[in-house]
Nanobody
Framework: QVQLVESGGGLVQPGGSLRLSCAAH????????MEWHRQAPGKERELVAA???????YYADSVKGRFTISRDNAKNTVDLQLSTLKPEDTAVYYC?????????WGQGAQVTVSS
């Protein structure tokens, strides 16, 4: 049974930092492209960052230079370092594993940026 479990969410002040982690209980984790998406209240879910099995990364323009995605294939984890946070980064952040016809989602972690 595939399971993705996010951790590390919370409340942080503007300009602060937070690290999200996703533990993937999944066979052959290394073949999956791993992504972080987010969904703010009243908005559609959007792709924030992605890392391929080869280590290539993608970032949405809104987070480029502030967020960093990384993966550890030995530990089956993918992390998202969030820095210089803004109130508009407030959202539920979801971990997503995708490979061809397979797609798995975590339950989400709340990140709230507020003073």
């Amino acid at each position: 049974q595939v399971q993705l479990v996010e951790s590390g969410g919370g409340l942080v002040q503007p300009g602060g930092s937070l690290r999200l982690s996703c533990a993937a209980h999944i066979v052959i984790f290394s073949i999956y492209t791993m992504e972080w998406h987010r969904q703010a209240p009243g908005k559609e879910r959007e792709l924030v960052a992605a890392i391929s099995r080869g280590g290539s990364t993608y970032y949405a323009d809104s987070v480029k230079g502030r967020f960093t995605i990384s993966r550890d294939n030995a530990k089956n984890t993918v992390d998202l370092q969030l820095s210089t946070l803004k109130p508009e980064d407030t959202a539920v952040y979801y971990c997503h594993a995708v490979d061809r016809g397979y797609s798995y989602w975590g339950q989400g972690a709340q990140v709230t940026v507020s003073s």
